[in-house]
């Protein structure tokens, strides 16, 4: 087996992010930095891209040392696990796996590692066991922390920040008036059946507009 350098290795599995899903996980990444410093980070998408790749890379690789992207697992034994990198020979001390696509697990668990990490199938292929969910609906963030903190238990402080950079600092001061209060809508999503209503969007900003709030849209190539 090939040894993923000296310091320990963990291994994120996804099945790709948009804009939405790459901010919503940045914590994450911090959090396992932070938890597991002397650790390389890997981030594997299935199927799917991942920001972090592109749009988000500047961030993003403030934390990942690698990205293996669609890299299309089999869950049959007979076959590669992946005919786009050689994970027979590769071993990691940690696999964490973020989604729970049964038939991805099972790929995924082809990869050898000392310590596997999933909630799929009621977290049976799981190393560690799986603390049962609470009836209250949880924030998705909140189930990734807690698959975490089975490989490194710890605090979330809140203290993650992005640093933004001076330059659009500047931009958007020219822009906006500091005596104001704003709220920002963005009414769009990534795959088009999870877009809101507009009509919707529009009582929201008549609602806080009644609260003093200046309503600021932002709109992408669609």
């Not at 320990?8 to 099945?15: P, Q």
């Not at 650790?39 to 991942?50: C, L």
């Not at 934390?63 to 669609?70: K, L, M, N, R, V």
């Not at 973020?98 to 909630?119: E, G, H, P, W, Y």
């Amino acid at each position: 087996l090939i040894n993923l350098e000296l310091m320990k290795s963990i291994l994120i599995f996804s099945n790709g992010e948009k804009i939405g899903d790459g901010l919503i996980k940045l914590p994450l990444l911090y959090e396992i930095k932070k938890r597991l410093p002397n650790t390389k980070i890997y981030w594997m998408t299935n199927n799917g891209t991942t920001v972090y790749s592109n749009r988000l890379k500047n961030i993003a690789f403030q934390y990942i040392d690698e990205i293996f992207e669609q890299v299309n697992l089999q869950p049959f034994f007979w076959k590669k696990i992946s005919n786009k990198y050689e994970f027979e020979n590769m071993k990691f001390d940690y696999i964490l796996d973020t989604q729970r696509v049964v038939l991805r697990t099972i790929a995924l668990k082809r990869i050898k590692s000392n310590i596997f990490i999933s909630s799929s199938a009621a977290g049976i292929f799981s190393s560690h066991k799986i603390p049962k969910r609470n009836e209250t609906r949880k924030y998705y963030l909140e189930d990734l922390f807690n698959l975490l903190d089975l490989i490194k238990p710890g605090k979330i402080e809140s203290d993650f920040k992005i640093q933004i950079p001076t330059k659009l600092i500047q931009e958007l001061d020219s822009v906006f008036n500091k005596s104001y209060k704003y709220i920002g809508y963005a009414p769009g999503a990534g795959e088009k059946d999870k877009i809101w209503n507009i009509e919707k969007f529009i009582a929201v900003a008549k609602y806080f507009e009644n609260k003093n709030y200046k309503s600021v849209f932002f709109f992408g190539p669609e």
